[in-house]
């Protein structure tokens, strides 16, 4: 073997040294930002504040047909705050008032700069009435802004719903609230179910939360509730809560910790109740605010209740299971018939209920796709992602609930129409504007039911004077009711087997190129018998994944590649694809194999591994190649 000069080696070993100080650095970027944001700017640059306001957001009060809150974010240098507003009109501005902040909080950002955040609150207004507003200091102003009063009607508002947040909000997270905002852009309020950020006390990660939703927090309310990372490092909650949130007052009496955490607020009709799990899991909080939630239940005088908290009560994701939260707060939710219970937590989605509320409905209800009862439903806006828990063996399926959707790998939103006739539709689309999944829940003198829906044209926030509902369902046992969908004489009836347009006749057939797969691979998929333009779900059961959307096309027919997940288990499967408007469904039995070379119970590598295996690698290189120069310098010295 040929000898290898000393050169040749000093500078193998700067070579090794420098790929691994490169690995490693490499490694602890892809651990530090998940791989998904680009590298950013020196964060003082972008977040350090100035005379300008900036973070401007709406916040409700105790009477929001009367008043509105304000805050915003200044430099220290700011000694006047003040507010203006005058009623909207369609020319300049005039007439305004201006009102002086109330108060002003001000501390030292992690960034090394000082920040100050103002809060004002507008009384006297009148209900149902469009105003614009703006912020500054009586020289340095914000651009003009808008708020509108809610009425004293009940209902004909829409608002939105946004699961966890928390990483990566700017990059990825601004299309699930910029989506949901071009969705209902005159949604009335937006209720956040916790972790809006990852750090508590990351200025950057807070400025980029506000930039998420560009000016969506200026217009409509931000009805928040606090998550665990809202806590995190902790152990306190984050002082940017009480300094940017300016909430009522109203939570459990004694419970200085719970301030602006644990809250109310009725709004058209709807009682929006904020908890606080994370300090629910302590027992003396938990039996606090489980004493007040009942105390507020029973004195509502609403149609309409939504609660937001942000451990789930029926866990989706990672084997959870929040025991003592579902043993002290579902029962209340149970009684008092709360409508919608919304939470995070799990970075998936799942709705469902109890099955008792599947069992003695109305004469003509369908169980599988109705029910009575308060709805449970987890959602998640930002690009952190966990795999659901098995269909069969789940944290819902052990309390007796049933999941009757679950999501995976989707950023989703959800819009919320509340209208003047009895119901409150819900819409849960992907940031791409796809309807993932739709329901509907109706209020009448006979009660209340809970119906999988189709998606609606539009809602009271969808336009400025808003879009009207579709008609209220007629009786479906009514035999003298022309469009009974059960009538055998109506010309249109689905299941009347002489009517030759019966859309029941054509049943969506699937075929696949393959029914033999491993993970990883792909499966080509043709199916017909959908609505035309209607948004088609390509999913993996036993447990649902969500593997393609697709839309059909004018034919009613659907082609697309899909790729099996790397994580697949072995053994039998099923692709079912199913229409997300007609509802129809078609699925074709699969096996997945066991991919080449795994080992029985091997679980594949992930992204998780990814930066740890460039670390190490990383790290021997350097040591590697450090020795290497060292140890031929000595030699060197000494033959010199």
């Not at 430099?75 to 369609?90: C, E, H, I, N, Y």
């Not at 990566?168 to 071009?182: G, I, L, P, Q, V």
């Not at 043993?327 to 008792?356: C, M, T």
């Not at 393609?548 to 790397?566: H, Y």
């Amino acid at each position: 073997m040929p000898r290898i000069g000393r050169p040749a080696l000093i500078t193998a070993g700067f070579l090794a040294a420098t790929i691994g100080l490169s690995s490693m650095a490499g490694g602890g970027a892809v651990a530090a930002g998940g791989g998904l944001a680009p590298p950013a700017v020196d964060p003082v640059t972008i977040h350090k504040p100035t005379a300008v306001p900036d973070r401007v957001i709406l916040t409700p009060t105790v009477s929001p047909t009367t008043s509105q809150s304000v805050t915003w974010r200044t430099s220290d240098a700011v000694t006047a705050p003040q507010v203006q507003w005058a009623l909207s009109g369609p020319s300049l501005v005039t007439g305004a008032q201006t009102l002086a902040a109330a108060s002003s909080v001000q501390f030292d950002a992690n960034l090394g700069y000082p920040v100050a955040h103002h809060s004002a609150t507008i009384q006297g207004l009148e209900p149902g009435t469009v105003y614009v507003y703006r912020v500054g200091d009586g020289e340095t102003w914000s651009e003009w802004l808008e708020f509108t009063t809610a009425t004293d009607q009940v209902g004909g508002f829409s608002f939105l719903v946004q699961g966890d947040a928390q990483n990566d909000n700017k990059a990825y997270t601004s299309r699930a609230f910029r989506a949901a905002f071009e969705a209902r852009p005159y949604a009335r309020a937006v209720v956040h179910a916790g972790d809006l950020i990852d750090t508590e006390t990351s200025d950057a990660e807070w400025g980029e939360w506000h930039e998420a939703a560009a000016f969506a927090n200026q217009y409509l309310n931000v009805i928040a509730s606090t998550g665990n990372h809202e806590y995190y490092p902790g152990p306190d909650l984050s002082q940017y809560w009480g300094a940017q949130f300016e909430y009522p007052r109203n939570g459990p009496e004694g419970q200085d910790s719970l301030t602006e955490t644990v809250y109310y607020v009725d709004y058209q009709g709807v009682r929006f109740i904020s908890l606080d799990s994370t300090q629910g899991f302590n027992a003396d909080s938990r039996a606090a605010q489980t004493e007040w939630l009942e105390g507020i239940l029973a004195d509502n005088p609403n149609d309409w209740t939504v609660v937001s908290f942000h451990h789930p009560v029926f866990s989706v994701t990672s084997g959870r299971d929040n025991a003592t939260l579902r043993e002290s707060w579902l029962p209340v939710f149970e009684k008092y018939d709360v409508d919608l219970v919304v939470q995070g937590h799990d970075h998936a989605y799942g709705r469902g209920n109890l099955i008792a509320n599947e069992q003695n409905l109305p004469e003509g209800v369908d169980a599988a796709t109705s029910h009575a009862g308060p709805v449970y439903l987890v959602s998640v806006a930002g690009p952190k992602m966990y795999v659901p828990d098995p269909e069969g063996s789940n944290n819902w399926t052990a309390n007796d609930a049933n999941l009757r959707v679950v999501g995976r790998d989707i950023q989703l939103f959800q819009t919320v129409d509340v209208t003047e006739d009895g119901r409150m539709h819900v819409e849960a689309r992907t940031v791409d504007g796809a309807l993932f999944d739709a329901f509907t829940i109706t209020k009448d003198a006979d009660g209340k039911i809970v119906t999988d829906a189709e998606a609606w044209a539009g809602g009271p926030g969808s336009t400025r004077e808003g879009v009207e509902p579709p008609a209220l369902p007629v009786d479906p046992v009514d035999p003298v009711d022309p469009v009974d969908p059960v009538d055998p004489v109506d010309p249109t009836d689905p299941v009347d087997p002489v009517d030759p347009t019966d859309p029941a006749t054509d049943e969506p057939v699937l075929t696949l190129s393959d029914t033999s797969v491993a993970p990883g691979g792909q499966l080509t998929i043709d199916a017909t018998g959908f609505l035309a333009g209607e948004r088609v779900a390509i999913e993996l059961h036993s447990t649902p994944v969500t593997l393609a959307l697709s839309t059909a096309t004018d034919a009613g027919s659907v082609n697309a590649t899909v790729t099996i997940p790397q994580d697949a288990t072995a053994g039998e499967h099923s692709i079912v694809v199913r229409g997300l408007e007609s509802g129809r469904s078609a699925s074709v039995d699969i096996i997945v194999t066991r991919s080449p070379g795994a080992s029985a119970g091997a679980l594949p590598a992930t992204g998780g591994e990814l930066p740890v295996a460039l670390i190490s690698v990383g790290a021997l290189l350097a040591l590697g190649g450090g020795v290497l120069v060292t140890r031929t310098l000595l030699r060197n010295r000494k033959a010199a």
